[in-house]
């Protein structure tokens, strides 16, 4: 595909509730990101992989949160026991390589609502 | 953690009129990001810079490193170039210098 894609686009989720998120990245990119934007706030880092390796996992608010990149290119974020607060939209990020000066093509994002 | 500033918050401007939005950050960075984020989430990167000054069409970025600011400029604004700007700084090599940082963001409205 041209670009990262993120499915579902929107999510309404009852508290409680598991969710999975899905990231497309563009093929042959290297290193994913997850970032959580809430409100009229700028996106937060989640987590960050290089090929399957989750290399940095740090921005994960809770436990609740998981993701993983199997295979080294789609990228599934999961939400355990969703609460109010995980209401946010999730963007995905891919670069073509892991060093500092690649740029980072975004996803369309996922706009979770947690009921 | 590098703490990344943006003004204004919110600007309004007349359609043909210059824009400019500034951002500041703490600490040392290898590149600066400035991202257009339009209603319905979907992030597009508009210039990634380490120094200097680019310029694609009507949008002009430039950086200061030595006073660790940046500004993007838009040029006879047009009501298209509604969106929110986000800056994003990356940090210098090191640990986590694949994170980006972002700004709050500045919501540009530009009216007919």
Aim: aromatic letters at 8%; glycine letters at 10%; hydrophobic letters at 35%.
């Amino acid at each position: 595909g041209a670009g990262v894609s993120q499915s579902p686009r929107y999510k309404v989720a009852k508290r409680g509730q598991d969710v999975a998120l899905r990231c497309d990245p563009i093929s042959g990119h290297v290193s994913l990101f997850w970032y959580q934007q809430a409100l009229g706030q700028g996106p937060e880092f989640l987590t960050y992989f290089q090929n399957e390796a989750q290399l940095d996992k740090s921005g994960l608010p809770s436990d609740r949160f998981f993701a993983e990149r199997p295979e080294g290119s789609v990228s599934t974020l999961k939400i355990q026991r969703t609460q109010q607060e995980d209401s946010a939209v999730y963007l995905c990020a891919s670069s073509l390589a892991r060093g500092t000066y690649n740029e980072q093509f975004f996803g369309p994002g996922t706009r979770l609502t947690v009921l | 953690k590098n703490e990344v500033e943006q003004s204004p918050q919110n600007l309004t401007a007349q359609e043909g009129e210059f824009i400019t939005i500034n951002c500041s950050y703490s600490v040392g960075i290898s590149a600066l990001h400035w991202l257009q984020q339009h209603p319905g989430g979907g992030i597009v990167s508009l210039f990634m810079l380490s120094s200097g000054k680019k310029k694609h069409g009507r949008l002009i970025a430039t950086i200061n490193i030595q006073e660790k600011h940046s500004s993007l400029h838009i040029t006879a604004s047009h009501p298209r170039d509604s969106a929110v700007y986000i800056c994003a700084v990356r940090s210098n090599p090191g640990a986590g210098s694949y994170q980006l940082t972002f700004g709050k963001g500045t919501k540009l409205s530009v009216i007919p």
